[in-house]
């Protein structure tokens, strides 16, 4: 008598060279089918709120921070001045005296030698974005950037653990045993005194939710926006005839994946289904940061000196 578990997974024995040629074929068309087609999407919507955020800028007047009032409340404003903070601070990375940045310090850690090595990245982040202000010369407001579209300047370093700076201290991972091996450090920072290009909403009296903001003038922030939404649209254009053109690969392998297990136990049927649309989800997380990364460095280039 054959024991219940080996039973149950006989159906697979069998037919393991067949059905996992299968469904190898239907993860590998299956991940770039699913990735293209986020991409895709992802690309539209980047592109269309890069658009958006165009359209504010070519139609917005330019206001002075004077002629703001109680009837601006709640409406999109457009200013140009310069980035002020009444408590500004000396970056560590940069060591410019800044109104505003943001520094994110990654360390890799690893334990274990040879094949038992094991490696894990932590993050810490520091924020210094509450007390940013912009003064045009006929006042000063306040301007909310945590969750705004930033083209500022940046700059990044990375020191083997021995040499890296006091400040720059990635927090330990959770589990114990693991080695600092390096230490990477990235900051966006706007320096006091940098001119700064702000569209947003005037939610409070001297408040503005900044919906752009940026280290540049008027037309530069133009040109950045536009590389951006334009490269969206092609990005997306090219996912989709590429999408289009892998159908027939896609559709072939769900076929002969769906012929080779069609007699698997269930459980065993849901175990692997679980697993595929774990690795074509993973497959498509992964294109769609890859698109957003790959339209910021356009719009970050264009906005360079």
Sequence with gaps: MVPVPEALLLPVLRRCGESCEAWRGLILWGSVEAALVLTAIGGISLGLLRLFHLLRV?????????QLNERHLGRIVELFGRATSEMPRRSPLSEQLVAASLLKISGKWQRGSGKQKESVTTER???????????????EVRIAVKDTLRYWPEQGAEWPASEAPSWATPPPPADE??????????EEFLPVGTDLYVIGRLTAPGVVEAQVASATTEETTKRALTA????GWIVAAVSLLLAVWLI??????????????????????????????????????????????????????????
């Design 177 to 186: 045993g693991y080695t600092l091996i390096c230490v990477t450090a990235s």
């Design 125 to 139: 982040v520091e924020e210094f974005l509450d007390g940013l202000k912009l003064d045009d010369g006929t006042g």
């Design 228 to 231: 951006e939404w334009l490269s």
């Design 58 to 66: 070519i139609r917005s007047q330019r206001d002075t921070i004077a």
């Design 248 to 305: 027939d690969p896609v559709l072939g392998s769900w076929q002969r994946y769906w012929m080779t297990w069609s007699g698997t136990p269930l459980f065993l049927a849901a175990i692997v289904h679980t697993l595929a649309l774990f690795l074509i989800l993973a497959a498509s997380i992964v294109a769609l940061f890859v698109t957003y990364g790959l339209v910021r460095i356009i719009g970050t280039i264009v906005v360079q000196p």
